[in-house]
């Protein structure tokens, strides 16, 4: 509960808060054994080679469902205890790309390789996250919701890199549009909860970065991460397109542990790459800034030290765009 607590004193309202993920407490706490808990009405087990799905639950699928459950109880006794009321909430979970390069079926070969089963398990895990907002919109104050979906495996989904489940060779790529539709209908469910957006962390290495953007800005989603040293030129003038549509982006600036910038040299950083695109301040309102790596190995005073940077940087941010 400690690092509940820690969060919420430092990204109380107005600040967005998010929902800590302890991947460090073992098998089932991390992101996919966390995210294959979400899937509606299937059951999974752990084999040696991953998590199987479409099969009984196993002991392993037992403990990740036990973790959710906690820490959604864990959450609506810390917000319970607030004096304020939290209104925003950011979850973090697998995005439906990366989940199904993590899946296997019962004979052991990735879901990937069965049309029908990827589309019904997908189909099942955008329901699966919609019904875990539900469950902290009904214990909480909660009534906004930001779902982070973190998509690792895109590139290697999009371009048939994955290898199967031998090692001897490579999955087909799955089809743009298809991939395109799966973020469509992930947009569309989670949009059934009232204030709830839609936001993707791309890997910052992936040579054709921009071509995925522009997937998931044609099914709809409403933002994007972005690690400032993996953007070039190109990257940058992509993302204030997206800015001028309307997008928001979440700006990945400090890793906890390590020195912080003072606020004049932090928001001269953001400053910068905005004005030289030409973008207007009044904009700025369109940008999140947030810790550039998750706080699972991380102690409470680092925790503390970074949040607390990060809201002053956001505070003079919000002070420029009220004078621009």
């Known amino acids: 509960m400690e690092i509940h607590k820690v969060v919420r004193g430092e990204l109380g309202e107005p600040n967005l808060a998010v929902m800590p993920q302890l ?8 992101p996919l054994g966390r995210s294959t808990s979400m899937v509606s009405d299937m059951g999974f087990d752990l ?14 699928a037992r403990r990740a469902r036990s973790f959710l459950r906690s820490d959604e109880n864990l959450l609506a006794d810390v917000l319970g205890a607030e004096k304020k009321p939290a209104q925003r909430l950011k979850v973090s979970v697998l995005g439906p790309w990366s989940l199904a390069a993590g899946l296997y079926l019962s004979h052991g070969e990735r879901i990937l390789i069965d049309h029908g089963a990827r589309r019904d398990i997908l189909q099942a895990y955008a329901d699966g996250v919609r ?7 009904s214990s909480t104050s909660i009534r906004q919701f930001t779902v982070q979906l973190d998509e690792p495996e895109l590139p290697g989904v999009l371009d048939g890199t994955l290898p199967t489940a031998s090692g001897y060779r490579t999955l087909r790529s799955i089809p743009r549009a ?8 992930f ?5 059934q909860i009232e204030g709830t957006s839609v936001i993707v962390n791309l890997p910052g290495a992936d040579t054709d970065w921009i071509k995925r953007v522009d997937i998931l800005h ?3 989603v409403n933002g994007y991460l972005i690690d ?15 800015i001028e549509s309307g997008s928001q982006i979440y700006l990945q600036l400090l890793t906890p542990g390590m020195r912080a910038p003072g606020v004049v040299e932090g928001v001269h950083h953001v400053l910068r790459p905005w004005q030289q695109l030409g973008l207007p301040l009044t904009r700025l ?14 102690s409470s005073s680092q925790v503390i030290e970074c949040l607390q940077h990060l809201t002053g940087y956001a505070q003079a941010l919000e002070q420029t765009r009220v004078d621009a």
Do not use: C, K
């Open 47 to 60: 084999q040696p080679h991953g998590w199987r799905i479409g099969v009984g639950d196993g002991i392993d």
């Open 178 to 185: 298809e991939v395109r539709e799966v973020y469509a209908q």
């Open 131 to 137: 019904q875990h907002l539900l469950r902290l919109r």
């Open 285 to 298: 309102g369109q940008l999140t800034l947030m810790p550039a790596t998750s706080f699972a190995h991380s």
């Open 187 to 191: 947009v569309q469910t989670m949009a």
């Open 23 to 30: 991947a460090e407490r073992g098998v089932g706490a991390d």
């Open 218 to 220: 044609q099914a709809g």
């Open 228 to 242: 400032p040293p993996s953007m070039n030129h190109p990257r940058w003038e992509r993302m204030a397109s997206l």
